[in-house]
């Protein structure tokens, strides 16, 4: 490597100053690049903002999907009487509403799964040529934002959700903000297309 001091390189690839002329510096950028990592770029840290925003949107809807396992949970306490020899299975009506609720948690779940598994762009020089990745990253952070947005809205409905409603099979005010979590989710996947 070169004559110069290794702590003041490392700082210089971490600031946003000039970098010294020095070989090792090249040779570590080289280095940093081929695996993916470029310290200074801007596109690099929207790359890191999209995995965390979905990261944490996923987060929301599996609290969401573990509030509705605890209202299944309290529905059937509440509303499921033991078997008896006269009645040995559940009424047919609460078992509806009980499966209807059990498929609504499935359906958050899996979109909290869709949200996590979503692909960001790699950091390709060539791919970024092509494709203008700076404003794809944008985009992409915009798209974030209307996920997280739903999913917010997934997560105060699901805490607003009462027994009543479940036992009525009032599922809509969760179901509609859902299905725009999904369309966002396709509407994400687009872009990349």
């Given at each position: ?122 950091s390709d020089s060539v ?67």
């Open positions: 490597m070169g004559e110069g001091d290794p702590a003041r390189m490392a700082r210089a690839l971490l600031s946003e100053a000039e970098l010294p002329n020095e070989p090792a510096i090249g040779v570590v950028q080289r280095l940093l690049r081929a695996i993916g990592y470029d310290f200074r770029g801007a596109a690099n840290s929207l790359r890191a903002n999209d995995s965390l925003i979905r990261a944490r949107s996923a987060g929301m809807l599996a609290d969401a999907a573990r509030g509705l396992a605890a209202l299944s949970a309290k529905f059937r306490e509440e509303f499921i009487p033991p078997a008896t020899r006269e009645q040995p299975f559940p009424p047919a009506e609460i078992m509806k509403a009980l499966q209807g609720l059990d498929a609504l948690r499935r359906r958050v779940g899996e979109a909290s799964s869709a949200m996590l598994t979503q692909q960001t762009p790699g791919w970024a040529r092509l494709r203008s990745e700076r404003a794809l990253l944008e985009r992409l952070l915009t798209a974030d934002i209307e996920l997280v947005s739903a999913a917010h809205v997934v997560c105060g409905a699901v805490e607003r959700l009462s027994l009543a409603e479940v036992r009525q099979r009032h599922l809509a005010a969760v179901e509609a903000p859902l299905a725009a979590v999904d369309a966002a989710l396709k509407s994400r996947g687009v872009l990349l297309d």
